[in-house]
């Protein structure tokens, strides 16, 4: 199957800074998905971003298809921030999802 | 926007019981669900895709009498985990799919922890 890896694991910024994630899957994908997981656990959509760029507001995702990656960007981080940072694809814009291995953000004071 | 409910959102009972899932679509129809499991610093893995009307397709390694998946209307499918261990505490999550080129959507999560 799909194997999706993501760096760095874990990430400490300071509230303000501004940081670069990265997702690297292994096949071609027609979906991809960028979640945040807050501390309650809840998977908050960010983006479907299977190719291409899009902006909302501080966090802004550029997906190359054909090199098989996707970069989160997120500026003026705020403690809010905070959480697990996951992105996930499939083959299909209809198939199951298989997730990568997380980014562990903190963003301090 | 598409919401999917996941009710209840934290359940505690004690070895051998069965426990029901259920995740809902409120505002739109979804013949397919899916539904995910995450253990404790780790990421979600796929457990099956559920589709209405039909049997549950199972991923490798779930057991499938254990986890009794029931997709039978278009805006609710439910996972039972029949007789539950304590290796079963873990978090659950089912998304939907809202159909075309459409993200999944992903209810809150139950938080299962058995005794």
């Known amino acids: 199957g799909i194997q999706v890896e993501q760096s760095p694991p874990d990430l400490i910024l300071q509230e303000g800074a501004n940081s670069t994630l990265r997702c690297n899957f292994s096949d071609s994908v027609n979906n991809l998905q960028w979640f945040h997981q807050n501390p309650w656990g809840q998977l908050i959509n960010l983006f479907y971003?299977?190719?291409g760029t899009k902006q909302n507001g501080r966090l802004s995702a550029t997906t190359v298809a054909t090199e098989r990656y996707s970069l989160l960007y997120i500026s003026s981080s705020q403690t809010t921030d905070s959480g697990v940072y996951f992105c996930a694809v499939g083959p299909g814009t209809a198939s199951k999802l298989t997730f990568g291995t997380g980014t562990r953000l903190q963003v301090t004071l | 926007g598409a919401v999917v409910s996941q009710h209840p959102s934290w359940v505690i009972c004690k070895s051998g019981t069965s426990v029901k899932i259920e995740c809902r679509s409120l505002?739109?129809?979804?013949?397919?669900m899916f539904w995910y499991r995450q253990f404790p610093k780790q990421s979600l893995m796929l457990m099956a895709t559920s589709n209405e009307g039909s049997k549950a397709t199972y991923e490798q390694g779930v057991e499938k009498d254990k986890f009794l998946i029931n997709h039978a209307s278009l805006t609710l499918s439910t996972l039972t985990v029949t007789s539950a261990h304590p290796e079963d505490s873990s978090f659950y999550i089912c998304?939907?799919?809202?159909?075309?080129?459409?993200?999944?959507?992903f209810g809150d999560g139950t938080r299962l922890s058995i005794l």
């Open positions: 971003i299977p190719s």
């Open positions: 505002d739109f129809q979804a013949t397919t």
């Open positions: 998304s939907a799919l809202l159909g075309g080129n459409q993200p999944q959507h």
